[in-house]
């Protein structure tokens, strides 16, 4: 892990330079939030305390801000000097990222842009992920149980933020897509995340809903699919249109709360 204490004493100095072309942003660290920019232009004009971003040499010589493009970014914008650290040991990526999230949070957007900017595969998963996402505009979470079969919790989360997905079933993740999407054509409350959630749910249940049924049964009973809070509540509409009707060997019902679901839903 790195130490910035020890690596402040090593290099036992902070330069200062106006040289602002001497400087390079690292293409795996995430992009630049203007909003975020302008608001620490804001704030230096009132108070300046001129705290270092921290570099490293790059291959070219320059020096590759790893952590504080955003207080770059503002202190150029002001004309000011930039006040700097160089870092003497090699940060990867990773660290890269941890100095970044220590500093101001990092979102699952900026994780994904980051691992899509580092993956020299275009077909790689955090590739894959971009384009699932921005096709189907589901949450995260979604996105992950759909393309990596893993079941929504904290643990996944994990798992794509340290850059460790595996897409297990891409041609499946799109049948299941387009058939969740598919339904807003029945009910407008389709479309909410809390449904989605329940129905994936339901669809990877021990014994899984069937879609086309699920479909058909909609069709004739879309009056039982109506705003709700929460996912146990759209999970109660499921069932209600899901089991409507039939004989008593084919009831099946699902539940929001079964083995490694994630707690969260509520």
Same mark, same amino acid.
Do not use: C
């Given at each position: 892990m790195l130490n910035l204490e020890r690596e402040k004493e090593m290099f036992n100095i902070i330069k200062n330079t106006k040289d602002y072309e001497s400087f390079g942003l690292v293409k795996e660290n995430? *992009?630049?939030n203007p909003?975020?920019? /302008? +608001?620490?232009?804001?704030?230096?004009?009132?108070?300046?305390? %001129?705290?270092?971003? !921290?570099?490293?040499? *790059?291959?070219? %010589?320059? $020096? $590759?801000?790893?952590? +504080?493009?955003?207080?770059?970014? @503002?202190?150029?914008?002001?004309?000011? @000097?930039? &006040?700097?650290?160089?870092? @003497? =040991? #090699?940060v990867n990526i990773q660290q890269m990222r941890q100095l970044n999230e220590n500093q101001s949070r990092w !979102?699952? %957007?900026? &994780? !994904?842009?980051?691992?899509?900017? =580092? #993956? /020299?595969?275009?077909? +790689?998963? &955090?590739?894959t992920f971009a384009w699932f996402k921005d096709r189907y505009k589901f949450p995260f979470l979604i996105n992950i149980d759909l393309l990596c079969s893993t079941p929504m919790q904290k643990t996944s989360m994990k798992t794509f933020k340290e850059g460790n997905?595996?897409?297990k079933d891409l041609p499946g993740a799109i049948e299941r897509a387009d058939f969740i999407t598919s339904l807003k054509q029945y009910n407008q409350y389709c479309v909410r995340r809390s449904f989605i959630l329940a129905l994936v749910i339901a669809m990877?249940?021990?014994?899984? $809903? /069937?879609? /086309?049924?699920?479909r058909n049964q909609l069709v004739k009973h879309r009056s039982y699919l109506y705003k709700c809070d929460s996912a146990a509540q759209y999970m109660d509409c499921i069932n209600k249109i899901y089991n409507h009707g039939m004989h008593n060997k084919d009831v099946v019902y699902f539940g929001v709360r079964q083995k490694n679901n994630g707690s969260y839903i509520k």
């Open positions: 995430r *992009g630049i909003k975020h920019v /302008e +608001g620490l232009v804001e704030s230096m004009k009132t108070l300046d305390l %001129n705290v270092p971003i !921290l570099v490293k040499k *790059g291959v070219d %010589n320059r $020096l $590759l801000i790893i952590d +504080g493009q955003h207080r770059f970014e @503002a202190t150029k914008r002001l004309g000011k @000097a930039i &006040y700097y650290i160089e870092v @003497a =040991s #090699e !979102l699952t %957007n900026d &994780y !994904l842009e980051s691992y899509v900017k =580092s #993956e /020299e595969d275009p077909q +790689g998963p &955090y590739h997905i595996i897409i990877r249940s021990p014994q899984p $809903l /069937e879609r /086309e049924r699920f």
